[in-house]
């Protein structure tokens, strides 16, 4: 496969926002919400290890998703989609307190795509009709957006569809990658391939909850998880559809 030129956000430009598009960084904090949250648990690391998921998806508890009230001035179509929690082993140099060493795989979108241009999301598309499955669609995006291999990844399983407002049926597919896998971004879709220590976003300590209203039948509540990332020397916005897919991932292993 020809490796492509990584290239990264314009510095003028270096929120990860598409110019016109409101930042969700100007919303604030809905400190209420962000309070009760602030009161939940750690998934403790011992149940972050590979074999500790492995059983975790193989037993599944009983569990809740994360409850959303949003509302939105009209229906769209519904399309089906998957996205890829691709789950990478990583052992620092020198560990100083107890971790899992997994890393969740996230990319930060080029600008210049239509479909939330310039924001943080896990690899994944639509569900083609050539795709035998959701799996087999996450599969494929994380190879065209980031080349992940098809070989060399183990399935754990999936979490429930999550919707979103604009009409995606998102199924997330999580999988554990190879330690030592190369990524190979897409320049036309993937501006940077960058990981998040999982007990990092696994934490509610680093979840916050906001609320926007542009008009009275529409509301949208999201979580940010915002992640300084010292290799890059900049934060990583999480925010939105991501982040509430790893709400309801924590939510599945705090359970």
């Given amino acids: 496969m020809t490796k492509h030129s990584q290239q990264s956000v314009s510095p003028d430009n270096d929120r990860g926002v598409q110019p016109g598009i409101f930042d969700p960084r100007d919303v604030p904090v809905w400190q209420e919400a962000t309070d009760n949250v602030h009161r939940q648990i750690a998934v403790p690391w011992d149940r972050l290890s590979v074999p500790a998921l492995q059983q975790r998806f193989a037993e599944p508890p009983n569990w809740e998703q994360e409850l959303r009230r949003e509302q939105y001035p009209q229906e769209h179509s519904p399309r089906d989609a998957a996205v890829l929690i691709g789950l ?6 020198e560990v100083t307190a107890p971790t899992s060493g997994l890393r969740v795989v996230l990319t930060q979108r080029t600008q210049h795509l239509r479909s939330h241009g ?3 999301a896990f690899p994944g598309g639509k569900i083609d009709d050539d795709d035998h499955d959701a799996v087999a669609a996450a599969l494929r995006e994380a190879h065209e957006e980031v080349g ?3 070989d060399g990844v183990e399935v754990l399983g999936q979490l429930p569809l999550y919707i979103t407002g604009t009409g995606y049926h998102v199924t997330p597919v999580v999988a554990v990658l190879p330690p030592a896998l190369q990524f190979d971004p897409n320049p036309f879709e993937v501006d940077e391939v960058f990981t998040v220590p999982l007990d990092f976003l696994m934490d509610p300590q680093h979840h916050r909850m906001h609320q926007w209203q542009p008009a009275h039948n ?3 509540e999201w979580f940010s998880m915002p992640y300084y990332d010292l290799q890059a020397g ?5 925010w939105g559809v991501t982040a509430g897919i790893l709400r309801n991932l924590y939510r599945f292993l705090a359970a």
């Fill in 88 to 93: 990478q082993p990583w052992q620092p140099p």
């Fill in 234 to 238: 900049r934060e990583r916005y999480i």
């Fill in 148 to 150: 992940v291999p098809s």
């Fill in 118 to 120: 310039g924001q943080i």
């Fill in 218 to 220: 529409h509301r949208r």
